[in-house]
């Protein structure tokens, strides 16, 4: 194996120093101090952003003109404004003459889909560029125009794009393969007064290329000329100016200069580009002609070390800010590379690179494991020498993607890079001077103070959190357009962090600067209070052999109103299919590489993965499907085919478990059977009699709801730790058979330090302690925790009442503790519990140290008439309002309409008896001191009933805990409320 450690720690030739450290010699006289180190050079040109943004224009010797000064009117980022005093020209900078750059070098070389290409040199792109520009303004366009192109990655749409650049008006561009509502989706907000069209695959092939196109200019009332790209008959279009470019371009002079291409404005507009639009129309960005040139110059000169001695090649479409970026690469003089035909196969990329000399190569995670699963190893296939670094975007890079190009191309830096269409550029990307480590970004884009922070908005090292930047930085959007005040453009950057940019993507960040992405934010699974990105699940399912693809996604639990659940999406390889064995290997290789969390409830094989024209995967489209509903802008998907191998998939899902629980339930009333009954529904299908529960699918919070299922079913105690020896139906079986699972009022969850009074937590309504496992778990006391159980239907007994519950309870803690201190807590009913008992083992002469009631409302009969309507009124709030509650309104009309779901019957009865025992104890006066752990999120001041506790117990503190009631046992809070315990318990005692 190659040690990667081997591989440049940059993207430069050995034998030369890279740019950047011209440029750290300019800042260090600037800020007068040394900046030795990349991260010392970045955290300086963060802090003095303004002296960086200077010093780099300055450094960079860029044609432009008017005042730098100020560099920057503000220094937050929703409102300052870079170089207003600031005039320059996009295509003078990408084409004028630079020294020490020979003009017959080639600039510009096309590369075709048959094999052919065509090559133009510094000085003829330049010719080019400037008489087509002539050849526009004849037909009419001028500056502050804005031109839309729909054309493949070829020279033609470059040259027209260096041409309107020149003139001052901006460009829009989108592929021909996109239909025409996606087109419209996009062209319909620019208002353009000029299409360039190449109509070459024009509608995919699906459609006539010139009925697709008359259709587009019917509904673009403000376009006035289309003209054509391609060498095809011209199209019949009625009221409006149709010409072929070439023609108009050929009837310019050879030797005519172009028109004077205007400096403009630091903020005009360049690009208007798009958003994937897959949860609604996409955003127009508009982005400036200063800002995208000096972003992209720094990236190119500083980050890749771009020179004019390099080719660069990077796989994209007109549709990708990535087309944009590659075409700034003619500012720094390098010869750029472009491609405008399909992947036929892994060879594709590597074969062009070979034949045209690329140095520095950019393709995709997606290609990359395409090569990998083919077997395709580039350097024994082609000559792959010139390629000195490989740059990788449009999803996280994993681990093993770095090693496989080290291994099967050679010892080059592979730069995962990262930022996105809204800033026209890198948040994160390459360094010259860092060394490479698998699995990570190099380094944070100088002049942007990039950081992670939680859920409170802090920073955090070593955490995955919220990707934002901190401070101002020249290529943010000038606008959306269609958003007169801004509010749309504020609300999707702005709102979530005020003063900072929200990109919406979650990262981790290490102090040495290097970065992990961990995919979008609104793709983040939060199953049960966990959060855990797409790519864990995603880098670990990989691994297994038979997958090509996967996407893991969350959606609503049909099992359990008011969860997720995560849905894994595979796309197999050939000869692969999805069995029982494939799942129960993927789901064990997830808990053990992952955790318990990663495994997915629910596993479809599907014939592919939905994709933006952008490139990205659609979470949203995924879920919309799973959840059957309808999938907003389908048009925003580039294989909209996807979502029906999806439905299917789901639909035969379905099938296939309602068919076998049917079978399972036919077995009878048997011991096996029930117990294979309840695994089989509370999976979502059977599984053998052996198969481990986590094996196959089930999570933490599965295991409660089986627990609980077998208990009431069966009729027998049933301890989570006899369960776990042998989580299966077989090894459920066994233990009931062996009695293994006798009844135990007490039931040790924790040992710890026996001189430590110990800590006795009271069950819930259904008899068990289970719910308090993962609180159990995050607690620091040393003292030894005690769970107190019951019968799992004693609310349900006739004429049982609180006391009656307390009582062997205490006798339990008498038993377990003869003497010294008591401590208690329960949560809701368990709290209730716990004050009776608090109450009677004070009466008996044990001193109770500590009593913590977690959640627990008083019973009804302590609250007036008003107390009792506003508490109704709140419960019923509570159902609409997400994450309160885990029922719904729906769900409670079912049931009181009688069309609840059978397998919860049993438990909804014991809830409904435990409601009503609960509600009829009568609270009475207790001297003792009381730590009241109370939900913070809940219906505010009709939902505040502590005034009944102060009544009858006056020592009461109390403790705030975020979440909600039902969440605060197993959410994402747990962890808080037993560091909150921890202190309660470490509290000296009044």
């Not at 510094?122 to 804005?146: I, P, Y």
């Not at 506790?949 to 046992?969: E, K, N, Q, Y």
């Amino acid at each position: 194996m190659t040690d990667l450690r081997s591989a440049p720690a940059g993207s430069r030739r050995r034998d030369q120093e890279p740019q950047i450290r011209e440029l750290r010699s300019r800042c260090e006289a600037v800020a007068g101090r040394p900046l030795p180190t990349a991260t010392a050079l970045h955290e300086w040109s963060v802090a003095s952003y303004r002296g960086f943004w200077r010093t780099f224009l300055d450094w960079a010797d860029l044609a432009w003109e008017g005042a730098a000064e100020p560099v920057s009117t503000g220094d937050d980022v929703w409102s300052a404004r870079f170089f207003p005093g600031l005039r320059l020209n996009y295509a003078e900078n990408l084409l004028r003459p630079l020294p020490g750059v020979d003009d017959a070098a080639p600039a510009l070389t096309s590369v075709h889909g048959d094999g052919s290409s065509e090559r133009l040199t510094r000085a003829e792109l330049r010719a080019a560029a400037r008489r087509t520009s002539r050849a526009l303004a004849g037909a009419g366009v001028r500056a502050g125009d804005t031109v839309a192109a729909v054309s493949a990655n070829n020279a033609r749409i470059a040259v027209a794009a260096l041409a309107v650049a020149g003139l001052g008006a901006a460009l829009s561009t989108a592929t021909p393969d996109m239909g025409t509502s996606t087109l419209l989706g996009r062209f319909g907000q620019v208002g353009a007064s000029t299409l360039l069209v190449d109509r070459t695959g024009l509608g995919g092939g699906q459609e006539s290329a010139d009925g697709v196109l008359r259709d587009l200019v019917a509904a673009l009332p403000t376009n006035r000329r289309v003209l054509v790209l391609d060498r095809e008959p011209m199209p019949v279009l009625p009221g409006l100016e149709v010409a072929r470019l070439a023609d108009l371009v050929s009837a310019v002079p050879v030797d005519d200069p172009g028109p004077d291409w205007p400096r403009m404005a630091f903020d005009d507009p360049l690009w208007v580009l798009f958003s994937s639009g897959t949860t609604g129309p996409p955003k127009a960005m508009v982005h400036g002609i200063g800002g995208s040139l000096l972003e992209h110059v720094k990236e190119h000169r500083l980050h890749v070390d771009l020179r004019p001695t390099d080719t660069l090649y990077f796989h994209t479409t007109t549709a990708w800010m990535m087309w944009n970026w590659q075409l700034s690469a003619l500012s720094v003089g390098a010869h750029v590379v472009v491609y405008d035909g399909p992947v036929t196969g892994p060879e594709t990329i590597w074969r062009l690179a070979a034949e045209h000399g690329v140095t520095v190569l950019g393709t995709s995670p997606a290609y990359l494991q395409l090569c990998q699963d083919e077997g395709y190893v580039p350097r024994d296939a082609v000559d792959v020498s010139a390629v000195r670094a490989v740059l990788s975007t449009g999803a996280v890079l994993h681990d093993w993607q770095f090693t496989w190009v080290a291994e099967n191309v050679g010892p080059v830096p592979v730069q995962s890079i990262s930022g996105g269409t809204d800033i026209v550029g890198c948040f994160v990307l390459g360094h010259p001077e860092v060394p490479v480590r698998p699995g990570r970004c190099q380094s944070i884009s100088l002049g942007l103070d990039v950081a992670a922070v939680d859920d409170h908005g802090r920073p955090v090292l070593g955490e995955v959190g919220e990707l934002v930047c901190r401070n101002p930085f020249p290529s943010r959007p000038v606008r959306f357009l269609r958003d007169p005040d801004g509010a749309r453009f504020r609300a999707a950057y702005f709102d979530q962090h005020p003063g900072a940019w929200t990109h919406g993507d979650r990262i981790e960040i290490d102090a040495d600067g290097s970065s992990r992405l961990h995919g979008r934010s609104d793709g983040v699974l939060n199953v049960n209070g966990i959060r855990i990105g797409p790519s864990e699940v995603y880098t670990i399912v990989r691994a297994v052999p038979g997958v090509a693809d996967a996407i893991a996604v969350e959606t609503s639990d049909p099992a359990a109103p008011g969860s997720s659940r995560i849905v894994l999406l595979l796309v197999l390889q050939s000869g692969h299919e999805l069995d029982d064995a494939l799942s129960r290997t993927i789901r064990a290789t997830l808990r053990r590489e992952g955790s318990p969390a990663h495994v997915p409830s629910v596993i479809l094989a599907v014939d592919e993965i939905p994709m933006t024209h952008n490139g990205k995967r659609s979470d949203s489209a995924v879920r919309s499907v799973l959840e059957g509903e309808p999938v907003r802008n389908v048009s925003a998907l580039r294989n909209p085919r996807a979502l029906e191998s999806i439905a299917r998939a789901a639909r035969r899902a379905q099938e296939e478990v309602a068919a076998a629980t049917a079978a399972t339930t036919a077995e009878g009333d048997g011991a096996r059977a029930v117990v294979s009954r309840v695994f089989a529904e509370v999976l979502g299908g059977p599984v053998p009699d052996d198969a481990d529960f986590f094996d196959a699918g089930g999570t933490s919070r599965q295991t409660m709801t089986l627990m609980r299922r077998l208990r009431m079913e069966l009729h027998r105690p049933l301890l989570l730790g006899d369960f776990l020896v042998d989580p299966s139906v077989s090894g459920v079986i066994r233990a009931l058979s062996a009695g293994a699972t006798a009844q135990s009022a007490c039931e040790a969850l924790r040992r710890g330090d026996p001189a430590v009074p110990p800590l006795f937590l009271v069950h819930g309504y259904l008899g068990d302690v289970d719910i308090y496992r993962t609180m159990v778990d995050a607690l620091r006391t040393p003292a030894s925790v005690y769970g107190l159980t019951s019968d799992p239907r004693i609310a349900a007994r006739e004429g049982v009442t609180i006391e009656d519950i307390a009582t062997p309870l205490v006798a339990a803690v008498q038993q377990t503790a003869p003497e010294g201190d008591v401590r208690l807590a329960g949560y809701s009913f368990g709290g209730l519990v716990a004050y009776e008992m608090a109450r009677r083992l004070t009466a008996a002469g044990r001193e109770v140290t500590f009593l913590g009631l977690i959640d627990t409302e008083p019973p009804f009969g302590h609250l007036t008439r008003t107390s009792r309507t506003m508490r109704t009124v709140a419960w019923w709030i509570a159902l609409v309002v997400p994450g309160m509650v885990e029922d719904t309104v729906r769900g409670v009309l079912r049931r009181r309409l009688g069309r609840g779901s059978s397998p919860v019957d049993e438990e909804r009865e014991t809830f409904a008896a435990a409601y009503r025992v609960f509600n009829a104890y009568r609270l009475r006066p207790y001297a003792g001191r009381v730590t009241y752990f109370r939900a913070r999120f809940r219906v505010p001041v009709i939902a505040n009933l502590l005034f009944v506790w102060r009544r009858v117990a006056p020592d009461l503190r109390v403790v705030s805990i975020p979440g909600s009631h039902h969440v605060l046992l197993s959410g994402e809070h747990t962890p808080e409320l037993a560091a909150r315990l921890d202190a309660a318990l470490a509290a000296p005692a009044r």
